[in-house]
């Protein structure tokens, strides 16, 4: 016999966590401000209209990525990785490097850090390798490794619309500032995390391979996942049709459980934490920015179409990132950026990519891999973390706006 409703709603609210109540606290809050008046209504639907593809696509490629890390892909993915490395570190560090930069510019940021730090750390288990290393590199590389294409990030979204950059287009003016970025990201996971006195050990032992559960969900999942890329690489740019593509391959890959194993289709699947963020994000800030925000951000960004406005826009993005989160500190800083200054608005978007590895909170995507690492029981030193991000945030943020200018 079921539960009464009561009984489950009380269950339901014991399961949710700190992280969840401030979600759903953000949500209420943009509905207040609707409800008293402080947003306009028609400026709410404005906003929430805006997203609303944007959340199709999150809510869809999620569940994709959910899916094909169920059906083994991204552990086999994993095992191949750590087997090809042939037990040398710099094979593995170029190896786990390429894999997450990958799962990131095209599954999105938030796939590398909820489904890929899982992977890694399990796979640090089986070859007996220090978690540490993989657990940073999943976490940097899912922040850093986000400009290249609208898909790549939210903020990369938003952004592309605002400048009208198709995928191909976006992907043109930022595949050298990410170049620059991994590039820099490459050099400081190697010198805080994977170099030997880090690391502990010379060589590892390779794991033994785990043969494939079902080769029908993995080659489905798989080939969803092939069929959202190539839809990528075929232009489709507009937070509509990436909907609609990441949609399209998510149904393939439900298809796929509903005929093979119904128990993995959980409401656990639905990514309701991201979208009731996301929206309650986007009625919290317009109101804040009719309430002064945006004279802020006006004053602190400044309106400078040149070197210094794009790295003040940069700065100032990367460090409200780590003070608030990069999501509204990118549609603060938006506002106060002239549509004409494209190179400023893009090196914003820098700044709030590459800056939020300081903080915990600096992106949803940092948080997820915190909570990773405490089901893990995963040690981060937060002294280390704090100054290797630091180092990060200030590097990679000028590299890849320095990039931007010199190419634009």
Same mark, same amino acid.
């Given at each position: 016999?079921?539960?009464?409703?009561?009984?489950?709603?009380?269950? &339901?609210?014991?399961?949710?966590?700190?992280?969840? #109540?401030?979600?759903?606290?953000?949500?209420?809050?943009?509905?207040?401000?609707?409800?008293?008046?402080?947003?306009?209504?028609?400026?709410?639907?404005?906003?929430?209209?805006?997203?609303?593809?944007?959340? $199709?696509?999150?809510?869809?490629?999620?569940?994709?990525? !959910?899916?094909?890390?169920? +059906?083994?892909?991204?552990?086999?993915?994993?095992?191949?990785?750590?087997?090809?490395?042939?037990?040398?570190?710099?094979?593995?560090?170029?190896?786990?490097?390429?894999?997450?930069?990958?799962?990131?510019?095209?599954?999105?940021?938030?796939?590398?850090?909820?489904?890929?730090?899982?992977?890694? %750390?399990? %796979?640090?288990?089986?070859?007996?390798?220090?978690? %540490?290393?993989?657990?940073?590199?999943?976490?940097?590389?899912?922040?850093? &490794? *986000?400009?290249?294409?609208?898909?790549?990030?939210?903020?990369?979204?938003?952004?592309?619309?605002?400048?009208?950059? !198709?995928?191909?287009?976006?992907?043109?003016?930022?595949?050298?500032?990410? %170049?620059?970025?991994?590039?820099?990201?490459?050099?400081? $996971?190697?010198?805080?995390?994977?170099?030997?006195?880090?690391?502990?050990? !010379?060589?590892?032992?390779?794991? +033994?391979?785990?043969?494939?559960?079902? #080769?029908?969900?993995? *080659?489905?999942? =798989?080939?969803?996942?092939?069929?959202?890329? =190539?839809?990528?690489?075929?232009?489709?740019?507009?937070?509509?049709?990436?909907?609609?593509?990441?949609?399209? +391959?998510?149904?393939?890959?439900?298809?796929?459980?509903?005929?093979?194993?119904?128990?993995?289709?959980?409401?656990?699947?639905?990514?309701?934490?991201?979208?009731?963020?996301?929206?309650?994000?986007?009625?919290?800030?317009?109101?804040?920015?009719?309430?002064?925000? &945006?004279?802020?951000?006006?004053?602190?960004?400044?309106?400078? =179409? =040149?070197?210094?406005?794009?790295?003040?826009?940069?700065?100032?993005?990367?460090?409200? *990132?780590?003070?608030?989160?990069?999501?509204?500190?990118?549609?603060?800083? !938006?506002?106060?950026?002239?549509?004409?200054?494209?190179?400023?608005?893009? *090196?914003? $978007?820098?700044?709030?990519?590459?800056?939020?590895?300081?903080?915990?909170?600096?992106?949803?995507a940092t948080l997820l891999w915190f909570e990773w690492c405490r089901r893990w029981d995963v040690r981060v030193p937060m002294r280390t973390f704090v100054l290797a991000g630091t180092v990060l945030a200030v590097t990679g943020s000028a590299a890849a706006v320095g990039a931007l200018l010199l190419t634009g």
């Amino acid at each position: 016999m079921p539960p009464p409703p009561t009984e489950a709603l009380r269950r &339901a609210a014991g399961s949710l966590g700190v992280l969840d #109540w401030i979600r759903i606290a953000v949500l209420g809050l943009g509905a207040v401000f609707v409800a008293t008046g402080l947003l306009p209504a028609d400026t709410a639907r404005s906003s929430v209209g805006r997203i609303a593809p944007l959340l $199709l696509f999150l809510f869809s490629v999620i569940i994709l990525a !959910e899916l094909t890390k169920e +059906a083994g892909v991204f552990d086999a993915i994993a095992q191949r990785m750590a087997q090809a490395g042939r037990g040398n570190y710099a094979a593995l560090f170029l190896l786990c490097v390429a894999f997450a930069s990958l799962t990131t510019v095209f599954l999105n940021l938030d796939t590398t850090a909820v489904l890929l730090t899982p992977v890694m %750390l399990a %796979l640090a288990a089986r070859a007996r390798i220090a978690t %540490l290393p993989l657990a940073m590199t999943t976490v940097w590389l899912a922040n850093t &490794a *986000s400009l290249l294409l609208p898909v790549s990030n939210l903020t990369n979204l938003l952004a592309a619309d605002r400048v009208a950059l !198709e995928t191909r287009a976006f992907a043109a003016r930022m595949w050298v500032p990410q %170049l620059a970025v991994l590039a820099v990201t490459m050099v400081l $996971l190697w010198v805080f995390y994977w170099r030997r006195r880090m690391r502990g050990e !010379e060589t590892y032992d390779p794991p +033994a391979p785990v043969p494939v559960q079902d #080769w029908v969900l993995f *080659s489905a999942t =798989g080939a969803a996942c092939l069929l959202f890329i =190539g839809a990528i690489l075929a232009g489709v740019h507009t937070g509509i049709q990436l909907g609609v593509a990441a949609t399209v +391959a998510a149904v393939v890959a439900v298809a796929a459980f509903a005929v093979r194993d119904r128990s993995v289709l959980r409401p656990a699947l639905i990514p309701w934490q991201l979208m009731v963020f996301v929206t309650g994000l986007f009625l919290v800030v317009p109101t804040l920015e009719r309430f002064g925000l &945006a004279d802020a951000m006006r004053a602190l960004i400044g309106d400078d =179409g =040149g070197t210094a406005g794009a790295v003040r826009a940069a700065f100032s993005g990367a460090g409200l *990132s780590n003070v608030l989160n990069n999501l509204p500190a990118y549609v603060a800083g !938006e506002s106060a950026v002239p549509a004409s200054n494209q190179d400023q608005l893009l *090196s914003l $978007l820098v700044g709030t990519n590459v800056g939020p590895v300081i903080t915990p909170w600096g992106s949803l995507a940092t948080l997820l891999w915190f909570e990773w690492c405490r089901r893990w029981d995963v040690r981060v030193p937060m002294r280390t973390f704090v100054l290797a991000g630091t180092v990060l945030a200030v590097t990679g943020s000028a590299a890849a706006v320095g990039a931007l200018l010199l190419t634009g």
